[in-house]
């Protein structure tokens, strides 16, 4: 299995970017679809998590909680990340996760930078 995530890039402060994560096939015993992310001299964080249920069920971390949705469209395969209201503290690298029950999966990475 692989995850590719896409769309990041450069914007500005306030500014807004969705993140895309597809997975090349289906995930059997899947169990959710994590974002995390990595800045620069800093330890990887969790960001965001939808689980595969039927309600979606969805939590964020405090620091992006009201600025970032988290979800998700199984007919593709493919899991979104929408930022909006970046800060400079946003730019990171940013990793999708996929969390099977005994295994997981991480995509490359898709940088973010948010500056003016």
């Known amino acids: 299995v692989q995850l590719v995530e896409s769309g990041g890039g450069l914007v500005q402060p306030g500014g807004s970017l969705t993140l895309s994560c597809a997975a090349s096939?289906?995930?059997?015993?899947?169990?959710?679809m994590d974002w995390y992310r990595q800045a620069p001299g800093k330890q990887r964080e969790f960001v965001a998590r939808?689980?595969?249920?039927?309600?979606?069920?969805?939590n964020y971390a405090d620091s992006v909680k009201g600025r970032f949705t988290i979800f998700r469209d199984n007919d593709k395969n493919t899991v979104y990340l929408q930022m909006n209201s970046l800060e400079p503290e946003d730019t990171a690298v940013y990793y999708c996760?996929?969390?099977?029950?005994?295994?997981?999966?991480w995509g490359q990475g898709t940088q973010v930078t948010v500056s003016s």
């Open positions: 996760h996929a969390d099977v029950i005994g295994n997981e999966y």
């Open positions: 096939e289906i995930i059997f015993r899947l169990y959710a």
């Open positions: 939808v689980l595969i249920t039927s309600d979606a069920s969805t």
